[in-house]
């Protein structure tokens, strides 16, 4: 009986022992949540800064456009048939009164004045698909729900 | 640590479990009560919008790549209430700058804002200009009054400007009639604007737009409407206008119209008429054509077309054979058909002749004739291949397909063979004629007018290409009338004639009935003529409306329509018939 007594006090902690573990025991998890806190507020803060970024070009697209449209539009009137006339007239021209007037040669390699040909962009030759990545859309949360959802799916997976 | 201590930190523990415990319970129950859907909804109104996005209308070009239609930037003028200062002041610069009214904007600006008034609009379609005005007043009274404790200072704090596109049309009235508007609500009107509606405004698409970054979600890219090209020259169009007011003031006509029109392809080059309207003043509109002018007389105003309908009457006889260029016919000045007595356009009675005097004379007396020998059978059958009485199928809206009365109607007598042998008792429009005539211009083959020559949606081309829609003359018939008609100009010395250059055309004199018959003296003068005969290019048509200095279209319309080739083989650099054959010839 003592030989027990003798091996367990002999292995067992001091109470200053215990009390340092368990304290130590909850440091560590205060410092896991408060590394978890924190990777998710640098993504989620990420994903907000790039997200009003993203707000901010659909404003500058959509400026833009409406700039190109109001340019377009401004040329166009500069140049249009009854300005360039008036122009013409300001700098001395005057419409050909009659045939004698014109004079016809051949000029070797002319090529007849053309329509002018439709500026198509090029068309996308796939279906669209989205191209924002969930990088910038997905929280961590998020994240995590679709590895626990989808655990098939090997976290170093590259998506396309 | 003592008994007493312990005691204190284990119900203080349990205190805490309780609260969490609570909360935790309390979250559950929310979020399964019959209220969760209300909070949901509050929760979803404040994190984001539907957002209806307009593409933007697709543009209009000429041949060239000149642009006819486009768009340009306005704002929408809206207060946001929580930050008015002063609604009077707003009222005021409002009514002043943008004309907007004073009592309604003081109205929507003196609200008290709540959370169901948060922003009105005060005034809509503001121009850039007038925008800039607004901006700069409200800097100066920020600057002048910048010291002033009055809480009713002149202010126009709170004013918002919300821009979007409107159409403009820069080249104001050019080709208005072929081009039609745009309404501020964004539907197309007459012409081009209405015909292609759908496909100009493109598809407007409903997404959601989230307030909070975090939930940013990608907006489809909503393509603009579909672009045209059209076959309008603007330079040819311009010309034709110059030529046709022109026109107008010399010979007193109330309106007119001329179509230029490649006979090869069926791409009108110009379609000039009256009255025309400045499209970016469309709202104009009811000042501009009274009641009830139509928008565009060459697509949508039926009329007897008088002589220049012989042509089609004479091809149908060269080409069922009933006649030839040299068939003998005396004019006894009177033909009777059906119980009617045709006279000739001059009372007279002009003698022997052949079929090409009876086009040189525009002999009515001949003409109703040789509609007798080809029969009403083959004599309607024709017109209708020609497509008189029919649409056209030219793409533009408001077309209207004249009326053949045809044997079998109850409308439709013997008489009726004779009259309409001249261009009487049958009526079509300009588009309508043009295209039949381009049967004799094209080889015997008639060709869809067409004013759009591509499409461009979505990123791809659509090219519009030339359609026979019928052959109703053989090509021997179509050289053999064509021939016919530029001799009949020659020996008649026409003032039509253009030097240098071949033309064959038929002048046209139609009594304008009126309910009770051709009791007026008003008449329609008309011209129709095409060329170089030996490779026609073009085929114009000119039509004045009671024309008062003269009532005969060989004195009216004939000159316009050698003023309109002339400037026409300059722009379309035609060089003349021996130049032409010269080059050709490689000499």
Redesign the interface.
Known sequence: MDSVQRFTQAYSQAPWRKQVQLIGLFLLGLILVALVAGVYLNV?AR??????S??GM?NTIE?L???N??L??Q???L????EM?ARATELGFH??D??EQ?F?I?VPGYV??Q??????????ALP?V???SPD??Q?LFDWLRERVFEPAAPLSEVKP | MTQESSWRYTTLGLLLSAMALFIVVQMVRIQLSPQAEVFRDQGNAYSGGWQTIVP?RG?I?D?????LA????VYEVGVELSEVQNPSTIALALNAIVGADHDEVYAAASQEPSSTAVYRVLADFVT?DQKTRLEQLAGEMDVAYQDSKDQKRPSLAGLRFV???QR?Y???E?ASNVLGFVNRQGRGFFGVEEKFNDLLAGTPQTVWIPA??????????IPPGA?L?LTID??VQ?EMEAILDQALATSGAENGTILVMDPRTGEILAMATTPRLDLNEYWRYAEVFVNPTPFNRAVSKAFEPGSVFKVLTMSTALDTGTVKPNTPFLDTGVFEIGGAIIHNWDGGAWGPQDMLGCMQHSLNVCLAWVASQVGADQFYAHMQKFGIGHLTGVDLAGEVPGRLKIPGDNDWYEADLGTNAFGQGVSVTPVQLVTAVSALANDGKMVTPRVV??V?D????YNTSPQVVGMPITAETAHKITKMLATSLEVESSVALV??YQVAGKTGTAEIPTPLGYTSSATNASFIGWGPVDDPRFLVYIWLEKPTTSPWGSVVAAPVFHDAV??L??LM?L??DN?RKR?INGQ
């Open positions: 989620t994903a907000a800064t790039i997200g009003r993203i707000q659909r400026n456009e409406r700039r449209a109001d377009e539009s040329l166009a009137g140049t249009s048939n009854g006339q419409p050909i009659s045939e014109v016809y051949v007849e004045r329509a002018a040909p439709m500026d198509a962009s090029p068309a996308p669209r989205k191209t924002l910038y859309t929280s | 933007a543009e070009f041949r060239w790549g000149h642009l486009g768009n340009t930037t850039e821009p979007h596109l403009s820069p080249e104001k050019l909070d970054p975090n939930r940013v979600e990608e907006i489809p890219d672009s090209t603007r330079a311009s020559k591509s461009l979505k990123g791809r081309v030097d240098g002339e400037r083989v300059v650099n060089p003349p130049v080059l």
